[in-house]
């Protein structure tokens, strides 16, 4: 436990440095750190505490009593000034302290505190890691007890985040050490396995004398197995009387720590046959230098001891046998000059064996790898009585590669000079393999990572084996996090509404019992930030001989679509209402007169066909909207640009609405100056009156419609539209631009509209290089601006007459 006169140090740095090494730093709730947060806030009678490490830019609650925020900006809070300080701190009233705002402490949305008391958390260096804090909304809430109770638990979390950084450790090194475990369970095997290879015969006894390992050379030239001669000692079967009190003195020698020894020894086969082995016996001390293993090594020297015409048998037979090997089999001198070579071996490297012979080995070492073959030669050197492995990268005849993997012994038998026998396996397939495998396992992560939609695996256990990071940024977390974590639990674990979604009712756990893959269009994964993801996935089971061992899952986020749809939706319903309510009304119209019903009346007459032709004005704006719309999302709408007055565009604007407006009850005012651009007339006259029958579908009568043309810079002209109706919300004011998108839906179907006429005079503003933008509050009305090119004339071309409206003496007028 830290005491009070512990010293704090703020390297800021070093601080950070001290942080992370906790490793606290996003971690999940812990019941203690609440205990003490609570304890705090109960104390201090406040009702808010937290537990807060700060880090380079905020401030991370690892508990937090009375709000539910997991972090706050670490500039400007009051844990930031305690940092400064490094010192206990009181905020007795924030919104009067010059640090803060009117606002005070803001902990959490809608959560204003004044008063707060905080202790630091100082680790046993002396560093400042974060801070056990209380606040109220009352101003003056705590004093110098509160202070100190605070530092009290201050110290209480720190212990115990001292006490859990010595348990991770612990765990560190217990990971350690298994990794060690398998690493020389994995050594053992191919010690195992290279001893059974090699022509030698190994027999292996430990401290009691009782044989722990007789290879396959031993089983081959006694006749018995392992299995029989496992753990006796010096068997009487093996060897006969005489030679079996010699070959336990030999050993209690060499155990006793003597040199090696080297002796002959007869062995009595299984068939009865007697054979003369030559043994090199050797110790095998352990880290505290004691004889842990007595490892004889033995040649089979019968036929030496025969006549000469059974030693030459012997010989050839041994060569045969060695000619015969699959393997790398050579012989060197300690120079490195080759002294023999099995043919299979040269064959390799495209050689007869008789143009090796004779040749330093280096020079036929890769000259990318001599610096390996020196070291292997200087350790041969420093350590002659140990076993030498490792891989030769050899060059060929024809410069192609050959990787060995050899086993070296040097041997020193008598009556001949020291040499060392290799024996090595050509792993040049499976190296190039091994390399093929890594780059087709680079490749489908980096086809994985392509690819848009999310996929990931899980074994059986529903732990997640890989992921693209497509799939992993679609549920807000990276790669490495979910790495096997369970995926039902982390991201599965609820259906839409909430509801617990128990494992053996996913679909996905299902499919391993299914022989096709499993397709669902309409589920739901959960985020990292807790907000659920629409999905539809396909999951089928992975393979492996026959057997499923796990399950691929591919899933799409299919909030795009469904908003799509859900658009489409509105369209067709909206497109069906704006064209059944003007035939409706066109076939009223000319039903009417087309049945003689109005002959009595025949006044009534030029009312109907006036009907009929406005409805199918309507109808006509409605296609040609429809039709524009397409033809500038393909990029096919046409302009053609000429300079025209805006005050004309103006006028020509609002001259087709004037009875529109009239019947609504609206007037019109102009408000321009003599300014002229560079558009498409037709297409600025078709953005203008959708904007102005707007303004009249929404405005309430006796109002006004004002008009406006200014320059706002030297190249650009902006027009305006202002209306006097209820006005837009501010967040709609950007969503009305958008394709089938409406500020108020029920309000929309009461006036009329498809959604496109703003979407649609976007595109054509656009088309021109401007801008088109919207202001507006409700109850105001909405002043709907669009910029354009100022004309400029080149400077060679004749003065042309000044516009109409040039020389008009005022440019305001009122017009009902």
């Known amino acids: 436990m830290l005491s009070s006169s512990t010293t704090v140090q703020h390297d800021e740095t070093e601080r950070l440095r001290s942080l992370l090494q906790y490793d606290i730093l996003d971690t999940l709730p812990d019941p203690a750190f609440d205990e003490i947060a609570r304890m705090a806030a109960a104390i201090c009678n406040a009702p808010y505490a937290f537990i807060g490490f700060l880090d380079w830019s905020r401030v991370w609650f ?27 701190l009181i905020i007795s009233d924030a919104t009067s302290d010059h640090r803060f705002g009117v606002s005070g402490i803001v902990l959490d949305n809608g959560i204003h505190c004044r008063s707060y008391a905080g202790a630091p958390l100082i680790s046993a260096s002396g560093t400042i890691l974060g801070t056990l804090a209380v606040c109220s909304a009352e101003p003056d809430a705590f004093g110098r007890s509160h202070l100190e109770s605070l530092q009290v638990l201050a110290r209480q979390v720190v212990t115990r985040l001292e006490l859990y950084a010595t348990g991770h450790t612990q765990e560190n090194v217990v990971r350690s050490r298994q990794r060690s475990e398998q690493a020389l369970t994995v050594e053992r095997n191919f010690v195992a396995a290279v001893l059974n290879t090699i022509s030698a015969l190994v027999l292996v006894f430990d401290t009691a004398g009782r044989i722990v390992r007789f290879n396959r050379a031993c089983e081959t030239t006694s006749g018995y197995s392992f299995a029989d001669l496992a753990g006796r000692s010096f068997p009487e079967e093996l060897f006969p009387p005489g030679e079996r009190e010699t070959a336990i003195r030999i050993f209690e020698e060499v155990r006793a720590g003597n040199a090696n020894q080297s002796y002959e020894l007869d062995w009595r086969t299984k068939a009865g046959r007697v054979r003369r082995i030559a043994w090199t016996a050797t110790s095998l001390t352990n880290a505290q230098d004691e004889v842990s293993f007595v490892i004889m090594t033995g040649v089979d020297v019968t036929e030496q001891r025969e006549a000469e015409t059974a030693l030459r048998t012997s010989e050839l037979r041994y060569r045969q046998l060695v000619e015969s090997s699959l393997g790398f089999i050579c012989t060197h001198d300690l120079e490195g000059v080759l002294l023999s070579i099995n043919s299979h071996a040269a064959a390799t490297l495209g050689y007869e064996p008789e143009e090796l012979i004779g040749t330093p080995l280096r020079n036929h070492i890769d000259p990318d790898h001599l610096a390996d073959y020196d070291a292997y030669f200087a350790a041969l050197k420093q350590d002659p009585d140990q076993d030498h492995q490792g ?28 040499f060392v026998l290799s024996h090595g396996i050509d792993i040049t397939e499976q190296t190039h393999a091994e390399e093929e495998l890594n780059a087709l396992t680079r490749q489908r992560q980096s086809i994985l990572d392509s690819v848009g939609d999310g996929i990931f695996g899980m074994d059986l256990g529903g732990r997640l084996t890989f992921v693209n990071r497509s799939g992993a940024e679609m549920l807000g977390y990276s790669p490495e996090e979910l790495l096997g974590e369970n995926m039902h639990t982390l991201i599965h674990h609820s259906r839409a509404d909430g509801t617990p979604y128990p494992t053996e009712e996913s679909p996905i756990f299902g499919s391993v019992q299914r022989e096709t893959p499993l397709h669902v269009d309409d589920d739901v994964f959960w985020r990292k930030d807790g907000k659920p993801l629409p999905v539809e996935y396909v999951a089928c089971s992975l393979l492996e001989s026959n057997h499923v061992d796990g399950i691929v899952v591919a899933f799409t986020d299919v909030t795009e679509r469904r908003r799509l749809d859900r658009m ?14 003007p035939l409706t009304s066109l076939r009223a119209a000319l039903g009417l007169v087309a049945s003689g019903a109005l002959e009595k009346r025949p006044e009534k007459i030029p009312q109907m066909l006036d009907i009929a032709l406005a409805n199918c004005d309507r109808l006509v704006r409605l296609v040609n909207d429809i039709v524009d719309f397409e033809r500038i999302g393909s990029g096919t709408l046409p302009l053609h640009k000429s300079e025209w007055n805006a005050i004309d565009l103006l006028r020509r604007a609002m001259d087709p609405e004037r009875s529109s407006a009239s019947r609504a009850g609206l007037t019109f005012r102009i408000d321009a100056q003599p300014v002229d651009v560079w558009v498409d007339g037709d297409r600025i006259l078709q953005v203008m009156g959708n904007l102005i029958r707007n303004a009249i579908k929404f405005s309430e009568r006796g109002g006004e419609i004002r008009l406006a043309a200014r320059a706002s810079s030297e190249t650009e002209i902006t027009f305006e539209v202002q209306d006097q109706g209820p006005g837009i919300p501010e967040d709609k004011l950007d969503l009305i631009f958008d394709r089938f998108q409406q500020a108020d839906a029920s309000d929309t179907r009461l006036q009329g509209g498809t959604g496109l006429g703003l979407a649609l005079c976007r595109g054509i503003i656009n088309q021109h290089g401007g801008r088109i933008w919207a202001k507006s509050s409700p109850g105001n009305g909405s002043t709907f601006y669009f910029t354009v090119e100022q004309y400029v004339p080149k400077p060679d071309s004749e003065p042309e007459a000044e516009a109409e409206a040039n020389t008009e003496a005022s440019q305001d007028e009122t017009l009902s």
């Open 62 to 88: 690892k508990s937090s009593i009375g709000f539910t925020g997991r972090q706050i900006r670490r500039n400007g809070s009051p844990c930031q000034f305690l940092l400064l300080e490094a010192k206990p």
């Open 568 to 581: 489409k939706d509105e369209f067709i319903a909206t497109v069906s209402h704006e064209l059944r309510t």
């Open 391 to 418: 891989r030769f990268y050899l060059q060929g005849k024809t410069e192609q590669l050959c990787i060995v993997a050899y086993r070296n012994k040097l041997l020193q038998l008598p009556g001949v000079d020291p």
